[in-house]
């Protein structure tokens, strides 16, 4: 009888190791294997991260938008409840916008939206303004607007006026991001 060499045991056990690895990874031998592209998916695609990224940033500017409102009010109360009049050398301008960019909230300048404003050419006061689908800081961003995009006022409501870009576009922007001409 011949005698086998631990050479071709060491082989086989190695081919042994990599089949039933391969078979397990793959989910052959009930290994867990994702969709590429999917969470699960161990090397996951740029897609998928792409899409969580935006998703994220998409709520992270919605939870800004709504505490600049927030702090807008905030300011108008304060404002009122002092009796403070506002600042004449403000103007309605904006703060510098911050590093990252996005909107800007100025000092308060006055109580809301005024229908005296209905039908007058205006643009915004801020680096970046977003112009919203209602009037809302929930509400999905149409466009960005820069101070240089002039517009008509077509609606006051309450801390909101309706615009029509000179393209056609009709969306909603906070008052206080307005700048009558």
Do not use: C, H
């Not at 905030?74 to 911050?98: H, K, V």
């Not at 229908?115 to 680096?127: D, R, Y």
């Amino acid at each position: 009888m011949k005698r086998i060499d631990w050479k071709v045991f060491l082989l086989l056990g190695i081919i042994v190791s990599v089949t039933v690895g391969f078979l397990y990874g793959t989910g052959f031998l009930g290994g867990s294997s994702g969709e590429p592209g999917s969470r699960e998916d161990p090397l996951a695609s740029t897609s998928y991260a792409d899409g969580a990224i935006n998703s994220k940033v998409r709520e992270l500017e919605l939870r800004i938008d709504g505490l600049e409102a927030r702090i807008t009010g905030l300011e108008n109360e304060i404002s009122l409840l002092t009796g403070e009049a506002p600042d004449p050398g403000t103007g309605g301008g904006a703060a510098a916008p911050p590093a990252g960019g996005g909107t800007t909230t100025p000092p308060a300048t006055g109580s809301g939206a005024s229908q005296a404003n209905i039908g007058k050419s205006a643009s915004v006061t801020a680096e970046v303004v977003n112009l919203r689908e209602s009037a809302s800081t929930s509400s999905a961003i149409k466009k960005k607007l820069a101070p240089t995009d002039t517009f008509t006022i077509t609606k006051a409501d309450k801390d909101w006026y309706q615009v029509q870009l000179s393209d056609g576009t009709v969306g909603w922007v906070f008052w206080n991001l307005v700048k009558v001409r």
